[in-house]
C-alpha cells in the first residue's frame, strides 16, 4: 500500500508519496474556491492506476473558515441564565491600552442561543433537569431557524454529561450535526468548553461534505487525518470532531522536525515554516508537553495541539504604505489567487516579488520551470511602491525583505527568549517554500548557531504527514489539591486514561507508545502549566514554573487539574538514506543577473551538489520545492540531512 501524505495551504498543494523508503515529491497551485480540486488532483498525479493508497491529510480549510467568519449557523443550548457567559468570556485583554479594541465573539448571535432548565453541582449531581415538554418546545423553536449545526454545552457537564446526552437525543429528530461539549472536550472552564464546542459545531458541516468529497475520490484505499497534536485520526473522527484536526498541516512539519531532531541527535531545535500565507514557528522538545491551550481568531481553542506560533508574514505577504506613508509587510496576503504580481495576476508587491526583484529568484526557478513567474511584473510593483515611499527600489526590496525578516524574528523569540530558552543554543530547521531565503540572516539576527534547509523542504509537512503514526487521546478532569491524592489513585486514574486511550486505536498491531501528561497549577490560579507524567510532580511543577514566570509564591498549594494520555503507533524514521541525492560531479554556477541587482548572483542547482562540500556566500542554491539564499558572510555545506548553513 502507497503511504501519501497531502498537505493544503494557501498557496501550493503539497504531496508525498513515500513507498519502500522512496519519496516522490509533487506541488502544484491550491485551488481555494474549492481545496479538494487540488488535493485530488495531486492524488491523481502520483498514484498508480488502481493500486490501494493510505492517504494522511493536513489541510486549513476548518482554520480557513474560523479565520474569515465563514462557519457555519449554529445555536448554542446552555443552561438558564447562562446564554451570554460565551459573550462575557474572560477577563484578560490583550490590547490593554488599546482605546478602540474589540473583541472577538464567539460566532453565534444572541437569539441563537437557547436555555433549559438543567443544573448539575461540581461534582455531577443533578439539581433540576429539563421536562419532555420543555425540550419539545425547544425542538418546535429551532426548527424555525436557518440552522446548520447544533452545540450543547451544559454547567459541569464534565462532571457528569448525561444531560448533554439526553438533550443531544431528543434533538438528533432535526437531523444537523450536534456537538457535545463535554463529549469533545470534558474539561471545567465552561467558557473554553463551551467555545470548543461551538467552534467544532460551526465547521463540523464544511468539513464533513470536504472530506466526503475527499473520501469519494480517495478509493481504492483510505483517507486519514492528521490531529492538530500530531499523529493520525480517523476521517470518521475528523468529520465528528473537526476542531481537533484545525491545525493539522502545521502538526506535520512539526512531527517531521522531531524524527529529524532524532536523526541528528540535537535535543531541541526549532521549525520555521514560511509559506505563502503565514510563518509558523515552534520549539521542538521532545521532553516537553503537548500545551493545552491554543487560540484561533481571538477565541480559545483548548483542544490539545503541536505548540505553534504564527504570524502573518509568507511570500504572499502585500508590502504597502500605511497611513503615515512608512512602509509594511502583511498579514494581508495575496494568496494563490491572484498571488504576488510575478505570477502574472495581482499588481500589489509581496515578499516575493522583492527577492525576485533582487535575483534571488529568477524567471524558471519555482517548481524547476514548472511554474514561470515574470520578474518584470515583480519589478513594476516595487518601483510603484518605492515612487510613493520616496525611496529607490532597491532600498524598497531590500526594506520589504528585511521587515518580514524581523517579524519572524520576532516569532522565533516567543518561543526561546520569552520561555527562558537561549536562542544561540537551538538550531533552525527552515521549511516551506520560503525559509531557506530567510534562514541565514534569521540565525545571524538571533545568534542561532546554525539552519538546515532538509531535503524536500517546500513539501516537508506532507512529509511529516506520510511518517506519521495513528494517536488516541484521553484525559479527565480532577481538581483536587496534589498532597490529597495518593500515588495509588494517580496510577490507577492514568491506567484507565491509557486503557480507554489504547480502545481507540485502529492499528494496534505494532508497539504501542504510551505518554501521560498533567496539568498543574498554584491554587487561586487560572491557568496552568503542563508537565509529563512522572512521580515528583510538585518538585517538577515548582521548578518550571520558576524557570518560565521567574518566581515562585511564599505560600502556596499545587493543584491537580487535569490528567491527559496519550497512546501513539511508531511513526516512520526520517529518510535519511534517501535524503541526499548522491555522488555527483560538479557542475558550474551560473551567473544570475537581478533587475535591481549591482552585480551577477552565483546560482547553483542543489541536485548537483556533493555531499561535504562548501558553498560560502553569496549564492542562492535552487531546487524543485524551494531556493536557499546564502548571503555574503555565511557559509552552507552539504550534508546527508540538508543544507547546514552558518554564519562566519
Excluded at 506613508?325 to 500589489?348: F, I, K, M, T
Excluded at 511508531?570 to 548522491?582: C, L, Q, V
Aim: glycine residues 10%.
Amino acid at each position: 500500500m502507497q503511504r501519501i501524505g497531502i498537505d493544503t495551504g494557501g498557496t501550493f498543494t503539497d504531496v508525498v508519496l513515500l513507498e519502500r523508503g522512496k519519496i516522490r515529491v509533487h506541488k502544484l497551485p491550491s485551488t481555494p474556491d474549492d481545496p479538494a480540486r487540488a488535493v485530488l488532483a495531486g492524488l491523481a498525479d502520483v498514484r498508480r492506476v488502481k493500486q490501494e493508497v493510505d492517504v494522511v491529510h493536513g489541510t486549513t480549510v476548518g482554520l480557513n473558515a474560523i479565520l474569515t467568519g465563514r462557519t457555519a449557523q449554529v445555536a448554542f443550548i446552555t443552561n438558564r441564565g447562562f446564554r451570554d457567559l460565551i459573550e462575557i468570556a474572560r477577563q484578560d485583554r490583550q490590547g490593554i491600552y488599546d482605546l478602540q479594541a474589540s473583541k472577538a465573539l464567539l460566532p453565534v448571535p444572541r437569539n441563537l442561543r437557547f436555555e433549559v432548565d438543567s443544573r448539575r453541582c461540581k461534582d455531577g449531581e443533578s439539581l433540576e433537569q429539563p421536562t419532555k415538554a420543555a425540550l419539545r418546545d425547544l425542538v418546535a423553536s429551532l426548527r424555525k431557524r436557518r440552522i446548520q449545526s447544533l452545540a450543547i454545552g451544559l454547567l459541569h457537564s464534565y462532571a457528569n454529561p448525561r444531560d448533554e446526552t439526553e438533550i443531544a437525543k431528543l434533538l438528533g429528530e432535526l437531523d444537523l450535526p450536534i456537538t457535545c461539549s463535554a463529549d469533545l472536550l470534558p474539561i471545567p472552564g465552561e467558557y473554553e468548553r463551551f467555545a470548543a464546542a461551538i467552534l467544532n459545531a460551526g465547521i463540523q458541516p464544511i468539513m464533513g461534505d470536504y472530506l466526503g468529497r475527499l473520501r469519494s475520490g480517495t478509493g481504492p484505499g483510505r483517507l486519514r487525518m492528521m490531529r492538530s497534536s500530531s499523529g493520525i485520526m480517523s476521517a470518521a473522527e475528523a468529520s465528528k470532531q473537526p476542531a481537533r484536526a484545525v491545525f493539522s498541516g502545521p502538526a506535520g512539519g512539526v512531527l517531521a522536525t522531531e524524527r529529524l531532531a532524532e536523526s541528528l541527535g540535537e535535543a531541541r531545535m526549532a521549525a520555521l515554516d514560511m509559506g505563502g500565507t503565514s510563518t509558523d514557528v515552534s520549539l521542538i522538545d521532545p521532553g516537553a508537553a503537548r500545551r493545552g491551550i491554543s487560540s484561533v481568531a481571538g477565541l480559545p481553542l483548548a483542544i490539545p495541539a503541536v505548540d505553534v506560533h504564527t504570524v502573518g508574514c509568507g511570500g504572499g505577504s502585500i508590502a504597502y504604505a500605511d497611513g503615515g506613508n512608512a512602509l509594511r509587510v502583511g498579514p494581508l496576503s495575496a494568496g494563490a489567487d491572484p498571488g504576488p504580481a510575478c505570477y502574472g495576476r495581482g499588481e500589489q508587491p509581496t515578499v516575493t516579488d522583492a527577492h525576485l526583484a533582487l535575483g534571488h529568484l529568477g524567471a524558471e526557478t519555482l517548481l524547476a520551470g514548472a511554474f514561470p513567474i515574470d520578474p518584470e511584473r515583480s519589478l513594476t510593483a516595487i518601483s510603484k511602491l518605492a515612487r510613493q515611499l520616496g525611496m529607490t527600489a532597491r532600498a524598497c526590496a531590500e526594506g520589504i525583505i528585511e521587515i518580514a525578516e524581523v517579524a519572524i524574528m520576532r516569532a522565533l523569540m516567543v518561543i526561546t527568549v520569552e520561555r527562558s530558552v537561549d536562542p544561540a543554543k537551538i538550531p533552525l530547521v527552515a521549511y516551506g517554500g520560503a525559509a531557506g531565503l530567510h534562514a541565514a540572516a534569521l540565525i545571524k539576527r538571533l545568534g542561532m548557531p546554525y539552519a538546515l534547509v532538509p531535503v524536500h523542504p517546500g513539501a516537508f509537512s506532507a512529509l511529516g504527514l506520510a511518517l506519521a503514526g495513528e494517536t488516541q487521546e484521553a484525559n479527565r478532569p480532577v481538581l483536587q489539591l496534589l498532597q490529597d491524592l495518593s500515588q495509588a489513585n494517580l496510577q490507577g486514574w492514568m491506567e484507565k486514561l491509557r486503557k480507554r486511550a489504547i480502545a481507540g486505536i485502529e492499528d494496534d498491531s505494532g508497539t504501542l507508545k504510551f505518554r501521560g501528561e498533567c496539568l498543574l497549577r498554584f491554587r487561586g490560579q487560572g491557568a496552568g502549566l503542563w508537565l509529563p507524567w512522572g512521580k515528583r510532580l510538585e518538585a517538577a511543577f515548582r521548578q518550571r514554573h520558576q524557570e518560565q514566570f521567574g518566581f515562585l509564591p511564599d505560600a502556596g498549594d499545587v493543584e491537580l487539574v487535569e490528567l491527559r494520555a496519550r497512546v501513539s503507533t511508531p511513526s516512520g524514521r526520517y529518510p535519511h538514506d534517501i535524503a541526499n541525492p548522491g555522488k555527483r560531479s560538479k557542475v558550474s554556477a551560473t551567473a544570475r543577473v537581478a533587475p535591481l541587482g549591482d552585480k551577477p548572483l552565483r546560482t547553483l542547482q542543489r541536485i548537483h551538489i556533493c555531499e561535504g562540500e562548501r558553498i560560502p556566500g553569496p549564492a542562492v542554491i535552487e531546487e524543485f520545492s524551494s531556493t536557499t539564499l546564502v548571503p555574503d558572510g555565511s557559509v552552507c555545506t552539504a550534508s546527508t540531512y540538508g543544507l547546514r548553513i552558518e554564519s562566519k
